[in-house]
């Protein structure tokens, strides 16, 4: 099992940032990738952003240039650094980790955490 714990959201205004944190907890070293992911009032959870333990990145088109993700694997921690927010970008935001067990993928997720962005 993975639990993980998220923090960091909040309002901000147009243009203005926030960071997101994301603390794995429990099987952590089998852990392939963490990310972010975003739901919209009436809308579908979208990937935000993903990382995986060697680094490689994904960014969903919406939010490359002005949100960088990162992970402290001593720490187990993903971080998602929030610039130049956009009122669409307001959302529940959802820190996600995945295990690979033999063929078998495990998803994990978090409680959410709500980032308002004011026009």
């Known amino acids: 099992q993975v639990q993980l714990v998220e923090s960091g959201g909040g309002l901000v205004q147009a243009g203005g940032s926030l960071r997101l944190s994301c603390a794995a907890s429990?099987?952590?070293?089998?852990?392939?990738?963490m990310g972010w992911y975003r739901q919209a009032p009436g809308k579908q959870r979208e990937l935000a952003a993903t990382?995986?333990?060697?680094?490689?990145?994904n960014y969903a088109d919406s939010v490359k240039g002005r949100f960088t993700i990162s992970r402290d694997n001593a720490k187990s921690t993903v971080y998602l650094q929030m610039n130049s927010l956009k009122p669409e970008d307001t959302a529940v935001y959802y820190c996600?980790?995945?295990?690979?067990?033999?063929?078998?993928?495990?998803?994990?997720w978090g409680q959410g955490t709500q980032v308002t962005v004011s026009s």
């Open positions: 996600n980790a995945v295990r690979w067990i033999a063929t078998t993928r495990y998803d994990y």
């Open positions: 429990g099987s952590i070293s089998s852990i392939f990738v």
């Open positions: 990382i995986t333990r060697s680094g490689r990145i």
